[in-house]
């Protein structure tokens, strides 16, 4: 068990609705990342955030974005959905902004855009 | 952005030592290697992580040359419960230059 826990486990919704996933932290962890698994891309690094503020972003959609809030937890935000976003989103966390802290991954929510 | 290059899949069998080894030729000065471990359906788990010449824990060892454009990651007599997709990672130094990349699919056989 990593200690990072994610909700949904599973998401089914359609095209042009929005959905929010949730991700609680390792306690003690500061920072919080999301990611992105396609069947055909591998994980996709889309942001991260350090008690409360971005600190980077990557290849994150405009239509997608995210927060964290002072108990640390973090909410991804995904609107206008396309079939292309069926994925698996992954919230990981870490101790502190030093990014060669290792991660630590919650399991993960799998979305599915009919 | 830096890239990781490893092998798409490998096979083993059980009680065998089974190394990857993974390229990483545009590391900058302050990467870390690290290591993760994945299994289907299962968020990417740390393994182990070094700078250089050698680290080893309980579960695996990573090996460094001098110039650290590649690694080595060494996983003593595996088990069928090693079958998993492995992720080398450098480009620590910033989170927005991680690259996961597709790592390598290594299957164990009784």
């Known amino acids: 068990d990593s200690g990072v826990t994610q909700t949904p486990k599973h998401l089914i919704t359609a095209t042009g609705q929005r959905v929010t996933l949730r991700c609680s932290p390792r306690?003690?962890?500061?920072?919080v990342y999301w990611y992105q698994q396609s069947l055909d891309q591998g994980l996709q690094f889309l942001i991260q955030y350090y008690n409360g503020e971005e600190r980077a972003k990557g290849n994150i959609l405009e239509r997608f974005s995210a927060q964290q809030f002072p108990d640390l937890h973090s909410e991804l935000n995904l609107s206008s959905l396309e079939l292309g976003d069926s994925a698996l989103y992954f919230c990981a966390s870490s101790a502190g902004t030093g990014n060669v802290e290792p991660q630590h991954f919650g399991d993960g929510t799998r979305l599915s855009i009919l | 952005l830096a890239k990781t290059t490893q092998p798409i899949s490998m096979d083993s069998y059980e009680g065998q030592e089974v190394n990857i080894t993974c390229s990483h030729n545009n590391i900058a000065t302050n990467d870390y290697i690290t290591w993760y471990q994945q299994f289907p359906s299962q968020g990417p788990r740390f393994i182990i992580q070094?700078?250089?010449t050698k680290v080893t824990n309980e579960v695996a060892s990573l090996f460094i040359p001098a110039d650290r454009k590649s690694s080595t990651l060494s996983l003593p007599r595996v088990s069928l419960s090693d079958t998993a997709v492995y992720y080398c990672?450098?480009?620590?130094?910033?989170?927005?230059?991680?690259?996961f990349g597709s790592g390598t699919r290594l299957s164990i056989r009784p």
């Open positions: 306690s003690g962890d500061l920072s």
């Open positions: 070094g700078y250089k």
């Open positions: 990672l450098s480009s620590y130094s910033s989170a927005s230059k991680i690259i």
